[in-house]
């Protein structure tokens, strides 16, 4: 059986700093492409961010791009997502997901397993 575990959410200032960690068990992280996602109250569930392997190929959408980092630390079976200069439209339950391998890394139709998500708000 397969978990996927979100952590590091948050209320906080805009401008602000956070790091968001993603832990998978019944799985090897390393193995997957693996993806990003937020969702706010009334909206779609977006895009943010994904990682092939660590230290490949990486991809972010516009809206945050130069502001959020992804990683992955394969010895430890974790992706994070490092926010930075947040600003009050990152407010969102951001959710870690496992790529099937197949299909746009963009879709959350091609992942797998999805987390419950973590919150994160920011105050201007």
């Known amino acids: 059986q397969v978990l996927v575990v979100e952590s590091g959410g948050r209320s906080v200032q805009a401008g602000a700093s956070l790091r968001l960690s993603c832990s998978a068990s019944g799985l090897a992280i390393k193995d997957y492409p693996m993806g990003w996602f937020r969702q706010a109250p009334g909206s779609q569930r977006e895009f943010v961010s994904s990682?092939?392997?660590?230290?490949?190929?990486?991809e972010y959408a516009a809206s945050v791009k130069g502001r959020f980092t992804i990683s992955k630390d394969d010895d430890g079976n974790m992706v994070y997502l490092d926010l930075t200069t947040l600003k009050p439209e990152d407010s969102a339950r951001y959710y870690c997901?496992?790529?099937?391998?197949?299909?746009?890394?963009?879709?959350?139709?091609?992942?797998?397993?999805w987390g419950q998500g973590t919150q994160v708000t920011v105050s201007s």
């Open positions: 990682v092939t392997f660590a230290g490949g190929p990486v």
């Open positions: 997901a496992v790529h099937g391998g197949r299909g746009s890394f963009e879709s959350a139709a091609q992942y797998l397993y």
